[in-house]
């Protein structure tokens, strides 16, 4: 299990065997709330990383301050980080070369005469978002790239943007029965199964935890209620005011994670911009991504089913997005006839794009690291082992796993850690796997959609072009309502009543809350939206 955990999730180390109890909480709680406070990103990820390192180093700041360099160094040189950064840098020099071709802006013209509405073009981004269920980070790059030109001219917020592609991502990968997410989660479900004796079909427990996603299946629900019924509420209602009334989809003192200055790379006049000089790449980096994920798992020896389970998710997206690169090189220069100093310059621009992302997601892996090296995992669940009852147990390893999520950025890393350790107290306890084991899978989620070290959520700022800050602190109050309803549900179910009955209950409850919030909060930008941008 270690030599998988430290290789997948994204990490230098191992559990630790110990832990410095609260205060292992201190780095990641640090740089989050000075994060919020301060605006300051980069600043804020290494303080909290240099005080990790201080507390590893025996309290020395001095030997704290040049463990942190040391740390940052393992995170990027590790073989799943720096693929994902070449996979940004690549999607950088891919949208350069797409403002180039004015592909992007000939699709944008072509969906925009279909579409009439805000609402129309928030619904189309929610579903495109679902439909690339294959692989969380391509579908944020692919629907962010595909749909912000769109959202912008339905004076839409990024913020707004940020959290469809937040929301519809990665809680639609993490219950899809052919996606990167089902081989990591099923061989983790065996792992244990196969350490415990169980003899039980791993895909099946998995299928089976599906209806137990209670957080993962509203988070979904939340995004098409507030869609459809033209709903916000909190941060979010002041960034959709702001950009319905103003024209703003930025506020004045944002800092895009992405710059996107298609003003800085100008398509030449002798090119005839085409849709397909966009569509086609895209569609490339889907298939060879699908096929590349079948292949490096053993297909065709195996069946697809088995091979998503050994798929080498760093590997497939590097293939697809290298090979969309490939695709505009050979558009640019053999078909739109462009010099290859125009597309150099425009790679170099995409670089310069996806810099800042980089730098986040570098100092966001190793805060995650630090937080790991001083044990939080292993503080947060003998915490809560120490008020688990069997029919507590769901809701406790929901916000358990929530918690160490939150701390760490991770998803992945999560679940290696609460796997070990939830899935034998259920069975000792009788409690029944599929809803622990569900509790764990998407409480990793919820805390995931917190907090603002976590890849995801960066990605997702980056693809939307928003302000980190401003996503995180616009998506908070959704996630914490789905989150809130999710942890009433674990806990009617550990009493027994039946997932199915439990979802139709929070939806409702979700519907309601919804429409209170939206009505009564955050009185001071007026009632919510009516239809009148319908």
């Known amino acids: 299990m270690e030599h998988l955990y430290s290789i997948v999730m994204n990490t230098t180390f191992v559990m630790p065997t110990e832990t410095y109890g609260i205060i292992s909480l201190l780095p990641a709680l640090f740089a989050i709330v000075l994060t919020l406070v301060s605006r300051q990103v980069l600043l804020s990820l290494f303080t909290g990383i240099w005080i990790g390192a201080t507390i590893l180093m025996g309290w020395n700041p001095v030997a704290g301050a040049a463990h942190s360099l040391q740390l940052v160094i393992d995170n990027v040189t590790a073989s799943f980080n720096s693929k994902l950064l070449l996979f940004t840098f690549l999607s950088g020099a891919m949208l350069g070369m797409i403002f180039l071709s004015g592909g992007m802006n000939a699709l944008a013209r072509r969906i925009i005469a279909r579409i009439k509405t805000r609402k129309q073009a928030a619904l189309g981004t929610s579903v495109l978002g679902m439909l690339i269920f294959v692989d969380s980070y391509a579908s944020t ?32 990968v993490s219950v899809a029965v052919v996606s990167t997410w089902v081989g990591f989660e099923v061989g983790l479900i065996r792992e244990q199964f196969t350490s415990l004796g169980i003899d039980q079909s791993a895909f099946v427990v998995f299928l089976q935890s599906i209806p137990f996603r209670f957080y993962s299946l509203l988070a979904v629900v939340l995004v098409f209620i507030l869609v459809l019924m033209d709903w916000d509420f909190g941060p979010m209602k002041r960034a959709e005011r702001r950009a319905k009334e103003d024209g703003k989809v930025l506020s004045d003192d944002a800092d895009p994670l992405l710059e996107t200055r298609e003003e800085d790379i100008v398509t030449p006049d002798h090119v005839d911009s085409r849709w397909w000089y966009f569509a086609a790449p895209i569609v490339v980096l889907v298939a060879v991504t699908g096929f590349g994920l079948l292949y490096s798992g053993g297909w065709p020896a195996k069946v697809p089913i088995e091979a998503l389970k050994g798929a080498a998710t760093a590997d497939a997206i590097l293939w697809g997005v290298f090979s969309a690169c490939a695709l505009l090189l050979a558009i640019l220069v053999g078909h739109a006839r462009v010099e290859l100093e125009a597309v150099s310059d425009a790679i170099f621009e995409g670089f310069k794009m996806v810099m800042f992302p ?19 995992g292993p503080y947060v669940v003998s915490v809560a082992e120490g008020i688990i009852t069997p029919e507590l147990l769901p809701a406790v390893v929901f916000l358990a796993a929530a918690i ?51 890849d995801t959520t960066v990605l997702s700022s980056m693809f939307a072009g928003a302000d980190h800050v401003d996503h995180v602190n616009t998506q908070i109050p959704y996630a914490i309502l789905c989150g809130t309803v999710a942890t009433g549900l674990f806990l009617a179910s550990g009493y027994g009543v039946g997932p199915i009955v439990l979802l139709g209950i929070g939806v409702t409850g979700l519907f309601v809350t919804a429409y209170y919030l939206s009505q009564h909060s955050d009185l001071s930008v007026g009632t919510a939206f009516g239809s009148s941008s319908d």
Not at 149 to 155: A, E, G, L, Q, V
Not at 358 to 373: D, Q
Not at 410 to 428: D, E, H, K, N
């Open 141 to 172: 790059m692919i629907t962010g790239s595909v749909m912000r030109p769109i959202t912008d001219k339905f004076d839409i917020s990024r913020e707004k943007l940020a959290y469809l592609l937040d929301s519809t991502t990665s809680p639609v």
């Open 358 to 376: 980089v730098a986040v997601l570098s100092l966001a892996w190793t805060i995650g690291s630090v937080s790991e090296a001083l044990g939080v």
């Open 404 to 454: 160490i999520s939150f701390s760490i950025g991770t998803s992945w890393g999560t679940m290696g850690i609460m796997f070990p350790v939830a899935v034998p107290l259920a069975y000792q306890l009788g409690a029944p796997l599929p809803g622990a084991i569900g509790a764990i899978l998407t409480g990793s989620l919820f805390g995931d959609h917190c907090s603002p070290i976590s």
